[in-house]
């Protein structure tokens, strides 16, 4: 298949009376690996939407291994089994080494952005509509609900008391092993407040319940909310600000201040063949309006939504295609260019504390102290610890 980008290119190359063969067009490969969320999660299927798309109109087929966690959807790309991820925000902890993957098997691996759907879902904490909590500071000594093996949904309840000054150590941790385990503990409860999003179906029970349901505000608008927001992405650099006006308990006259990122990421590895990417992101990009007509929550896989001054570099397949659409302006390369010398600082930390007895005797702890001293050193924001 000729896409439209490649067909202005051909029409100027015979227009100098050259060969068609003279363009050297990217292409999709005739199968491909990817990971996902698992089956029947809303972004398997827009990985399989997509995938129907590049079958129909490439004659590129991918398959998809779903994975039930964030370790088994990163695990296949970094063995070289997957060529692509759509996977969450553990996409950003894995490059950084933190979290599941303070790990001597992993440390901080070279990922690339191929696209990111930055669309309107917002997410934080909901609480119960009796427990008193409208806005962060008012969680201070209220039973909020920390889901283990969850770093995802943690991290977002991070970042809300953040914005209220708070941290874990002001809040009374109620431990759950689920996010069902979590509405039940609201619902009955147990916990005060869990973290949610405006598509997630489980808040409409806490929504029709008789405890009620509140969405704790987090605004950006006056200069002592924005100081506030700072604080949020010190401790947390990926949680952005969205207003959100539809979903669960909200409108345009109840709007809901909160946060969010991308979700899911499309990721692959920096040493993914850039011509492939080029073409992968071009076919996303034209064919937009049929992914977003098919698959649900898809409205920001669209060339416009993306965040080029993000936490993670994009591919360099990408770039070159974003160049050519006018979208990349000499400080997103700046800016991506920086990403990935960090990128680099963690790596050579990473190599330098298993050289030096990681290896053998590895202690997370010691790995989160190298880390942020050798990204502190080379003047970049440590971010998560």
């Known amino acids: 298949m000729q896409f439209k980008t490649r067909n202005l290119i051909a029409a100027s190359v015979m227009a100098m009376g050259l060969p068609l063969a003279a363009v050297a067009e990217p292409e999709l490969p005739r199968v491909s690996m990817w990971t996902a969320y698992g089956t029947g999660s809303t972004y398997y299927i827009q990985a399989s939407a997509l995938g129907g798309l590049l079958k129909e109109h490439a004659g590129s087929n991918i398959r998809i291994i779903p994975g039930r966690n964030d370790i088994a959807r990163m695990t296949p790309l970094k063995s070289g089994q997957a060529d692509y991820t759509m996977s969450g925000i553990a996409t950003y902890f894995a490059q950084e080494g933190v979290m599941l993957f303070n790990d001597r098997q992993w440390g901080p691996q070279p990922l690339r952005v191929v696209s ?96 009620g349901h509140a969405w704790v505000q987090l605004p950006n608008q006056t200069s002592e909310q924005q100081e506030k927001w700072e604080r949020v992405q010190q401790a947390v650099p990926y949680y952005q600000p969205i207003t959100a006006i539809e979903g669960n308990a909200v409108s345009e006259e109840t709007p809901w201040y909160s946060g969010g990122y991308a979700l899911p990421i499309m990721a692959t590895m920096a040493n993914q063949e850039a011509d492939e990417v080029y073409a992968l992101v071009e076919f996303l990009n034209e064919h937009y309006d049929q992914l977003n007509r098919q698959a649900p929550a898809a409205e920001g896989w669209n060339l416009e939504s993306q965040d080029f001054t993000w936490i993670m570099p994009y591919h360099e397949g990408a770039i070159r295609y974003f160049k050519e659409q006018g979208s990349w302006t000499k400080e997103h390369q700046q800016h991506n260019d920086a990403l990935i010398e960090r990128q680099k600082v963690l790596m050579d930390a990473w190599e330098a504390y298993l050289a030096e007895g990681g290896a053998d005797d590895f202690e997370p702890e010691a790995w989160s102290e190298r880390r942020v001293a050798a990204l502190e050193e080379a003047g970049f924001e440590p971010g998560l610890r």
């Not at 427990?131 to 201070?140: P, V, Y």
């Not at 039973?143 to 770093?151: E, H, P, Q, R, T």
């Open 116 to 211: 990111a759907n930055f669309g309107n879902q917002a997410i934080g904490l909901a609480a119960a509509g009796d427990a008193g909590i409208e806005t962060a500071s008012d969680l201070e000594g209220k039973k909020i609900v920390y889901v283990l093996g969850g770093d995802a949904m943690n991290m977002t309840t991070a970042a809300v008391l953040a914005y209220g000054g708070l941290t874990w150590d002001d809040v009374r941790k109620v431990r759950v092993g689920s996010p069902i385990e979590a509405i039940d503990a609201v619902l009955d409860g147990t916990a005060d407040a869990m973290p949610g999003s405006t598509g997630n179906p489980l808040i409409e029970r806490l929504t029709t319940s008789p405890r």
